[in-house]
């Protein structure tokens, strides 16, 4: 995973994500700031091995900061508290998360040189949802 430290990654594709978000209860304005801001996506590790995953846009910057396999308290576009544990193998990168409201999803996030691809599914949601990232630095 080291190769993709620092990286920047925007969002070119998606599907189904604002249903998605709708169904964890991330509210519309919140949502469209993401779609239109074009978040930013960075994965970095300090050497003793913390690793932080950020998203930011112009007007919102969400920060988690996390041991791999050791849940930790995260927050939603909304500042709405939660939990997550996230994994790495190799180039593949694991997040459970359950939301304040209860819902559980899971995303596995596949890194490549130019690109992230991005596979969410969730308990009672019954789409998947696919987002391509491509690499902007």
Known sequence: MEAFFGKKYIM???ENLAEYLSFTGIKKISQGLMFRMKAVF????TSDGVYTLSLSTEFKHLEYVFLPG???DDIDLDNRKGKSVITIDGNVMTIIQRSANGKISKTISHYYHDKIIMITTALGFKKTVKRHLELVQ
């Open 12 to 14: 070119t594709y998606e």
């Open 42 to 45: 960075c994965l970095t590790r």
């Open 70 to 72: 050791e849940e930790f």
